[in-house]
């Protein structure tokens, strides 16, 4: 038997009657692995996996292996194993009521092959977080005190693979010579079974090759992963394109199996599986949790984007109903995890200019993709009203966690409307922007820029403004290096958020940029 890819660890939830966490792993087998037995570390009571098959392709074979863990009044170390093979993989999993600690990235690769030579190694932020974790681990068994813990939850707010390079001929002929069609031809053309086998060949591979990379390979298989895509899951604007390019038929062929890998290598579910945890409906994959009294709501913003909305009124109805449902005290942190930055630079101005130019412009899928899109920002405001309205009834602090725009950057909502004070910070929503632990940042010169220009104070609407905040200690908004977020227990009531950065050129690491923000509070 041979491995080609994994483990792949995924969060499936917490439930607190029992006191159980529920974590997945996913294999890329050429032939049905066995089984996978797991333990608490150096116990010898090993419990055999479910198993199930997620896909086949082409003589390989996706696995997922479920577990049900049982908390304890301490962090607890969980090795798992193949039937009969020699390695071992290991997770912690938090204590029983106490809150995960939490690792958040985005953007793992490159948008075009040119921006690997701007790096010096590729990878260099996830050797960082697994530095942090193995030092977390060393302290946890050392019992020397320390406040640092190992990271129970990795989330992954987009683009955990680029498929951009599907418009190359090596990678994808078909496509490749499809793309080089004149417009109106190629949107009239069948996608033909040659175009839908080398698509499939090519999503398929795509994930076995990232994913297989040794650094984040280690993360993937030491902390289980809540992962929702992003454009280039599927390749760069996918749902800002013109109605008849995102309707033709070799698009939609595309999008099936970009939709299809990502439901088994990122949701880690078969096509007729349907947990509770899902609510977006049939065509959406948002997905919320609870795990310690944190609250997750996890967006789906490509399944049913279009140039007019970013989620069907099902998949908000379904979020709207699981808020309405999780009961005051249930959460004091609910984590909006929006792939696009919901607080960030508005280039509705220049959106406007370029559609005012006659002919498809390059940058208009680009700008169309943020929440400041004019056709995005009625839906935007019901959203930050809603989350508003919840923060207040259900007493729960609100943060957003984006990625997307390749700078680390933090924000606020603010909102003035009139009884909103009743509950201490229900009023203020903090958005968390990391970006990215692979892919470059912008050049200097436009992070100066960007920085400049950055807008003061939005005005959302007549009684709530958005801004871009300084970082403390810093005389700038957006950090242009590469970075990853960690989420950890401050104290009792406060959580500290921490940018890690990449080492400078001088070879110095910078310290973290930190945000502390309090949990809500009846006055």
Request: proline share 8%.
């Given at each position: 038997m041979a491995i080609v890819m994994g483990p792949i660890l995924g969060f499936r939830g917490e439930d607190k009657v029992k006191g159980e966490w529920t974590v997945s792993a996913l294999f890329v087998s050429d032939v049905d692995p066995g089984m996978l037995h797991f333990a608490v570390a150096d116990a010898n009571n090993t419990q055999a996996m479910q198993k199930t098959l997620l896909k086949e392709h082409k003589g390989h074979q996706v696995w997922r292996f479920d577990m049900q863990i049982e908390q304890s009044d301490k962090p607890v170390r969980i090795q798992y194993m193949l039937a009969g093979a020699e390695?071992?993989?290991a997770f912690w999993v938090p204590e029983?009521?106490?809150?995960?600690?939490?690792?958040?990235?985005?953007?793992?690769?490159?948008?075009?092959?040119?921006?690997?030579?701007?790096?010096?190694?590729?990878?260099?932020?996830?050797?960082?977080?697994?530095?942090?974790?193995?030092?977390?681990?060393?302290?946890?068994?050392?019992?020397?005190?320390?406040?640092?813990?190992?990271?129970?939850?990795?989330?992954?707010?987009g683009?955990?693979?680029y498929a951009d390079s599907i418009w190359q001929e090596k990678e994808c002929k078909p496509i490749y010579d499809w793309v080089?069609?004149?417009?109106?031809?190629?949107?009239?053309?069948?996608?033909?079974?040659?175009?839908?086998?080398?698509?499939?060949?090519?999503?398929?591979?795509?994930?076995?090759?990232?994913?297989?990379?040794?650094?984040?390979?280690?993360?993937?298989?030491?902390?289980?992963?809540?992962?929702?895509?992003?454009?280039?899951?599927?390749?760069?604007?996918?749902?800002?394109y013109p109605e008849g390019v995102n309707k033709c038929d070799v698009y939609q062929g595309i999008f099936a199996s970009a939709r299809d890998n990502f439901r088994a290598f990122q949701m880690q579910l078969t096509?007729?599986?349907?947990?509770?945890?899902?609510?977006?409906?049939?065509?959406?994959?948002?997905?919320t949790h609870v795990a310690g009294d944190m609250a997750f709501a996890v967006f789906d913003m490509r399944s049913e984007r279009t140039n007019d909305c970013v989620m069907s009124a099902t998949a908000w109805n379904g979020i709207t109903n699981w808020l309405h449902d999780l009961a005051e005290g249930d959460a004091k942190h609910l984590f909006v995890m929006s792939s696009i930055p919901v607080v960030h630079m508005d280039f509705s101005k220049l959106e406007s200019i370029l559609n005012?130019?006659?002919?498809?412009?390059?940058?208009e899928d680009d700008l169309r993709d943020h929440w400041h899109s004019h056709p995005h920002k009625i839906e935007r405001l019901d959203m930050i009203r809603n989350l508003l309205t919840f923060s207040r009834d259900k007493k729960t602090r609100v943060t957003f966690l984006s990625g997307d725009v390749h700078v680390a950057a933090v924000g606020a909502i603010k909102s003035t409307r009139e009884g909103v004070n009743s509950v201490k910070n229900?009023?203020?929503?903090?958005?968390?922007?990391?970006?990215?632990?692979?892919?470059?940042?912008?050049?200097?010169?436009?992070?100066?820029a960007m920085n400049k220009l950055m807008n003061e104070n939005e005005v959302v609407d007549r009684d709530i403004t958005a801004e871009l905040l300084n970082f403390r200690g810093a005389d700038c908004g957006l950090v242009g290096a590469r970075n990853w977020l960690s989420i950890e227990k401050f104290n009792a009531h406060n959580l500290i958020a921490k940018w890690h950065l990449e080492e400078t050129g001088k070879g110095i690491k910078p310290p973290p940029y930190s945000k502390v923000i309090s949990a809500c509070s009846a006055l």
């Open positions: 390695q071992k993989w029983k009521g106490v809150n995960p600690h939490i690792a958040y990235a985005s953007c793992n690769g490159f948008s075009d092959p040119k921006y690997m030579k701007t790096v010096k190694n590729r990878n260099a932020l996830w050797v960082d977080m697994e530095e942090r974790h193995t030092f977390a681990i060393e302290c946890l068994e050392a019992e020397d005190g320390t406040t640092d813990l190992p990271f129970n939850l990795l989330l992954m707010g683009d955990q693979v080089n069609e004149p417009l109106d031809d190629r949107i009239k053309m069948p996608f033909s079974m040659e175009m839908k086998g080398s698509v499939e060949d090519f999503y398929f591979n795509l994930y076995c090759e990232r994913w297989s990379q040794p650094e984040p390979a280690r993360m993937l298989a030491s902390i289980p992963t809540v992962m929702m895509w992003d454009d280039h899951d599927i390749f760069d604007g996918w749902g800002s096509d007729t599986e349907k947990p509770l945890w899902l609510v977006g409906g049939d065509n959406n994959f948002s997905m005012a130019i006659p002919g498809q412009q390059e940058l229900s009023n203020v929503m903090n958005q968390l922007t990391s970006s990215a632990i692979v892919h470059p940042p912008p050049p200097g010169i436009v992070v100066w």
